[in-house]
């Protein structure tokens, strides 16, 4: 039944977390019991043609998913999982087009902001943004033609790929800590890293060692943010996507330990009395080690998931 099953994951992306399983058992209980019934009539095994009418006569995902949601006010529940959908990933879509924007300014302008200016310029976007998605969905839900894009629905629309719902929060965190890495490795974000006192300076600044592997981390970093943006946008892993997060933390990995393995990865000045520029060293060394460990622990997960992709799938299980 991997028509249904895809079926569920798209129901799943419009739940919330602490309804889905409830709701999808007894979702698959509705639709297999159909299924089957279907078949029973005609005397045979139920067939994908079966799948077929009874997930059309069930309708589209997001309106399923509607039934299950309380009154939102000026948002109805049939339009509230499509309008939450929508927020998140309008969200996802400020943080890409800040960084891309940021990135190319960068690169013809040399354009530069600081850390604190770049989050409240997202922040007063994301608010913009969410207002303007707020208008449109009241006004949908108080038009006499809201709701049409369902009636063309048809189940050969799903991704028959579908392997889960994403964590939306956990990929806009990645997708903003990508974000943010990218810029300042390309020197958009400005961090003041030296200071004067007592007629003296004191800096810290990365070794060259990183030189070698400034095209390989804006490759790695480059590839995960559109990686998550994509998969925000469309809200479920693949076995494609799967396979991207997989390739990307192995290269990730590789990274970390060759940089582990350099030795100096901070230079500060002989002007050190409280030694800061050691503990530095040690900070960046540990945040190295944390990195590969996560990503080592994100590869097991992706690992786990792509295998279980090959076998036949009886149950939904929540991320």
């Known amino acids: 039944m991997r028509l249904v099953e895809s079926y569920l994951n798209e129901v799943a992306r419009f739940l919330p977390e602490n309804q889905r399983t409830l709701v999808l058992d007894e979702l698959r209980d509705d639709i297999l019991g159909e299924i089957e019934g279907r078949a029973e009539t005609f005397d045979r095994s139920p067939s994908n043609e079966d799948e077929e009418v009874v997930l059309t006569r069930f309708g589209h995902p997001l309106k399923i998913a509607g039934r299950y949601q309380p009154q939102k006010y000026v948002i109805g529940p049939e339009l509230y999982p499509a309008f939450i959908h929508t927020l998140k990933a309008m969200f996802g879509l400020v943080i890409f087009i800040q960084v891309i924007a940021a990135l190319i300014s960068a690169q013809t302008n040399g354009w530069q902001i600081g850390p604190l200016e770049l989050l409240f310029s997202m922040l007063d976007k994301m608010l913009w943004v969410g207002a303007i998605v707020v208008l449109v969905f009241v006004a949908i839900e108080y038009s006499e033609e809201r709701l049409n894009w369902y009636k063309g629905w048809k189940p050969r629309h799903l991704a028959t790929s579908s392997l889960g719902v994403i964590n939306r929060g956990d990929v806009i965190t990645n997708l903003f800590s990508e974000g943010f890495f990218l810029l300042w490795w390309n020197d958009v974000i400005r961090l003041p890293l030296s ?122 299980v929540p991320e």
């Open 195 to 316: 200071y004067e006192g007592a007629g003296d300076e004191f800096f810290i600044k990365l070794s060259p060692v990183w030189d070698g592997y400034s095209m390989a981390l804006n490759l790695v970093f480059g590839t995960a943010f559109l990686l998550h943006f994509y998969v925000l946008i469309r809200g479920i892993w693949s076995r494609g996507t799967l396979l991207a997060e997989m390739a990307s933390n192995i290269a990730l990995i590789g990274i970390a330990i060759g940089l582990l393995s350099q030795g100096i990865l901070i230079e500060f000045s002989a002007i050190d009395e409280a030694g800061l520029g050691e503990n530095t060293q040690t900070v960046v060394k540990t945040s190295i080690g944390v990195v590969a460990a996560v990503c080592i622990w994100v590869l097991w997960l992706a690992w786990s998931n792509f295998r279980g992709s090959n076998l036949p799938r009886q149950q939904y």
